[in-house]
């Protein structure tokens, strides 16, 4: 099969943004464990993105072949499409409840990211998807959400929704590391950073993992 420069660019990138789920102090002692491939680059782990007046802050994503709806189920146990958002802006986060790092402070800095967007905040809905739907079920990552705002929608996929097929749509990718045969401890790598979806259900921008929540709310302020 021959591979696009489209495509290939969006397969770096997406390598690119990988996080390694491990405290930040494990993840240097365990470095050799974790695949080259999917380890997250030591600038991308302390990059601390502040918004620049006048230009996306983030990366504009709207000439990309990526995303579109799908389904999955939210924390009542009933089915999620992203289209049933439609007229919000959106920010879709990939993550799991394991997750001892990355995924907390992206749920914090979205918190702080609706504070700094003050009343423009009803008309943004964030969405974080789990990768790790082993563990976690559809009550788990609703409640896990909802830790860091009452309003934060936790979704997971259960039996008949094709996570890997969703995976492929946003380009994530995820893996297992540190699991000892037959263990239900183990740790996800996985894509970090957000989509910002504007209110017509398209992708528009990539907020990267570190970007400010002043960065994040000025880019979600431009597709509002």
């Known amino acids: ?12 990138f997406a390598l690119a943004v ?19 491939s999917t380890a997250q680059t030591p600038a991308a782990a302390t990059a601390k993105k502040a918004a620049v007046p ?16 799908f389904e999955m189920t939210d924390g009542n146990g009933k089915p999620f499409k992203l289209s049933d958002l439609k007229g919000n802006v959106v920010v879709l986060s990939f993550g799991y409840t394991h997750c001892p790092d990355v995924c907390p402070t992206e749920l914090l800095t979205y918190s702080d990211t609706l504070k ?9 809905k964030v969405v974080f998807a789990s990768v790790d739907p082993e563990r976690d079920t559809p009550e788990l990552i609703g409640k896990y959400a909802k830790q860091f705002n009452p309003d934060f929608i936790g979704i997971t996929a259960v039996e008949g929704q094709a996570l890997p097929v969703i995976k492929q749509q946003y380009r994530v990718v995820s893996a297992k590391v540190n699991q000892k045969e037959d263990s239900a401890n183990y740790l996800v790598d996985h894509t970090s950073g957000a989509y910002l979806i504007d209110k017509n259900g398209e992708v528009a921008i990539f907020s990267p993992y570190g970007s400010e929540p002043d960065a994040i709310a000025a880019d979600i302020r431009t597709l509002l």
């Open 116 to 124: 700094q967007l003050g009343d423009d905040a009803k008309n943004v």
């Open 1 to 12: 099969m021959q591979v696009t420069t489209k495509n290939f660019v969006l397969s770096v």
């Open 54 to 69: 006048g230009q996306i802050n983030g990366t504009d994503m709207r000439k990309e072949d990526i995303g579109g709806d």
């Open 18 to 36: 990988l996080a390694a789920c491990q405290p930040k102090e494990e993840a240097a002692s365990k470095a050799p464990d974790v695949p080259a």
